[in-house]
């Protein structure tokens, strides 16, 4: 189980994103931040980026003295939670087939919507325009877009969370526990 957040949301007018995540090419890091600054020119949008990788000095020293970019590095899970608690979404902008990116699940369950590639077993866990949206992977125009209009339409943000926390108990251990179970009776005829 993911810890639950020890902080309130920030609702100050700045619309918030996050990048929790290892900082090297495959995940898309840098086309997101290419992404928020150009937005930033017309938005109020920051985004904050946790974790670590062989990208973070070359995107620190590139893109760290601007107001709309944070770099938090390696935090604890619990920062994670805390960190989500404060933004508006989590982006996930992964160029190679993710697998089951736990970050999503814990935003997810924390009723946090998802902007993600749409690639690899990415849409299993995010479903377009129910619970956040999917984007063509490595595509800087339709990202720009898809997250240009979430921020001048954010009344999306309150719905997708109510679905995001309506479906989070397909993540809880009991019931993953439940189902191992009942495949394997399924299995030895039982």
Known sequence: KYPA????????????????????????VEFLIETVVKLAQTHKVELTVLGDGPQRTDLEARF????????????????????????????????????????????????????????????????????????????????YAGLASIIEAPTVIDAWSKNALAGANRFSPERATDEYLSFMHMIIGQ
Not at 6 to 28: C, E, H, M, N
Not at 105 to 134: F, K
């Open 5 to 28: 957040p020890q902080t309130q949301p920030i609702r100050d007018g700045v619309f918030r994103l996050l990048y929790a995540g290892q900082i090297s090419p495959q995940k898309g």
């Open 64 to 143: 760290g003295h601007l107001t709309c970019i944070h770099f938090m590095g390696a935090v604890s899970l619990q920062a994670v939670a805390d960190h989500m608690a404060q933004s508006d979404l989590l982006c996930t902008p992964s160029l190679w087939f993710e697998n089951l990116p736990g970050v999503i699940i814990q935003a997810l369950c924390q009723g946090l919507p998802v902007v993600a590639s749409d690639t690899g077993g990415i849409p299993e866990l995010v479903t377009h325009n129910v619970n956040g949206q999917l984007l063509p992977p490595g595509d800087p125009d339709s990202w």
